[in-house]
């Protein structure tokens, strides 16, 4: 009965992962799974508990820190940015202008709906801009004043 219980919470702790984005909840399911097998082996119920305890415990501090550095960005592990990552910091001319509810902007041949960053300054049809944030598929623009590095 006792491994049925910790299948059971394996289970619900997995399906708890799926939820979140932050991979630490699918240790303690398979923390939950090894008690489930000590418990089918028939391991007293202290046994059971270091048993979750120690396999959550060291997956943690094992597998973590792999899956979390493979889990960073291209920009953060110096690779070259693609897709939505490499929006940020492109420049792009306007095409209507931009103000603080509408705008469109064209970087590189594609147009893209924009707004001011600051919601105050305008940019007019011809004026070069840098991408400072993407929020959904609108990007928040600024002068293009930022030297490339």
């Not at 394996?10 to 399911?29: H, K, N, R, V």
């Not at 004026?127 to 928040?140: C, I, M, N, Q, S």
């Amino acid at each position: 009965m006792e491994a049925v219980l910790w299948i059971v919470l394996a289970i619900a702790l997995a399906i708890g992962e799926a939820f979140t984005a932050t991979i630490l909840i699918i240790f303690f399911a398979a923390g939950a799974a090894a008690a489930g097998l000590a418990a089918a082996l028939g391991a007293p119920v202290l046994v059971q508990v270091v048993v979750f305890a120690l396999v959550s415990g060291v997956s943690v501090a094992a597998v973590r820190p792999i899956v979390t550095r493979h889990a960073r960005s291209a920009l953060e592990a110096g690779e070259t940015p693609f897709g939505v990552e490499a929006i940020e910091g492109s420049r792009g001319t306007v095409v209507d202008e931009v103000g603080a509810d509408h705008g469109m902007i064209k970087i590189d041949g594609e147009l893209w709906q924009a707004r001011s960053f600051d919601g105050k300054e305008t940019f007019l049809p011809g004026d070069h801009v840098r991408v400072v944030k993407l929020r959904g598929a609108t990007v928040l623009v600024w002068h293009d004043d930022i030297p490339d590095v």
